[in-house]
């Protein structure tokens, strides 16, 4: 069974740094792109990043790019986002995705708030 | 970026009622390879999205044959033969054709 899960939300300050994780079992992560998709409180799904099979290349929603990082460490099965300068209107929940996007983890929260 | 326009923005139908959504994009979603990469997705409340239709009309294994995807081009619909509980919660479009992804604003479906 495929699983992906994230960690790694909170509440932080505008300005702040967070690190998201999301973990995956159930399939070869190694071979696979991966995405981090996320979704505004009451609002529609924005991706906003990618990251190949291999981190040969890395593409970002231009909402992030230069403050959001993607990675990921295939010998651990993990995925992650390192979110920079983060502003209220990142908060929302964050989900990762498989690159046909047809699984998704279960979300973490970030709140960006004073 | 892909614009990809949803309607109607909420369905309200009785169980056993059939449901049809629209999904149409700003561009042709057919891509080099001839292959559509159109998708549907279902959000239940409380829930993240769970597959549903990928490359206009083929089903994963999970879904029930009562759902049904078609079109072609910039013009998609998704249909449920006869809605059941279960299928509440809001559905959303997605194009993998051409880069970023981008997704339909959402339509959301309550049993009566």
């Known amino acids: 069974e495929v699983q992906l899960v994230e960690s790694g939300g909170g509440l932080v300050k505008p300005g702040s740094s967070l690190k998201l994780s999301c973990v995956a079992s159930?399939?070869?992560?190694?071979?696979?792109?991966m995405h981090w998709i996320r979704q505004a409180p009451k609002k529609g799904l924005e991706w906003i990043a990618l990251?190949?099979?291999?981190?040969?290349?890395?593409y970002y929603a231009d909402s992030v790019k230069g403050r959001f990082t993607i990675s990921r460490d295939n010998s651990k099965n993990t995925l992650y986002l390192e979110m920079n300068s983060l502003r209220s209107e990142d908060t929302a929940m964050y989900y990762c995705a498989n690159s046909g996007a047809d699984y998704w983890g279960q979300g973490v929260m970030v709140t960006v708030s004073s | 970026d892909v614009v990809m326009t949803q309607t109607p923005v909420s369905l309200s139908l009785a169980i056993g009622q059939p449901a049809s959504i629209s999904c149409k994009s700003s561009?042709?979603?057919?891509?080099?390879?001839?292959?559509?990469?159109l998708n549907w997705i279902l959000q239940r409340p409380g829930q993240s999205p769970k597959r549903l239709i990928y490359q206009v009309s083929k089903l994963y294994s999970e879904v029930p044959d009562r759902f049904s995807g078609s079109g072609s081009e910039t013009e998609f619909t998704l249909k449920i033969s006869r809605v059941e509980a279960e299928d509440l919660g809001v559905y959303y479009c997605?194009?993998?054709?051409?880069?970023?992804?981008?997704f339909g604003s959402g339509t959301k479906l309550e049993i009566k």
């Open positions: 990251i190949y099979y291999d981190s040969s290349n890395k």
């Open positions: 159930g399939f070869t992560f190694s071979s696979y792109g």
């Open positions: 561009q042709s979603l057919l891509g080099t390879s001839g292959k559509t990469f």
């Open positions: 997605w194009q993998g054709t051409h880069f970023p992804l981008t």
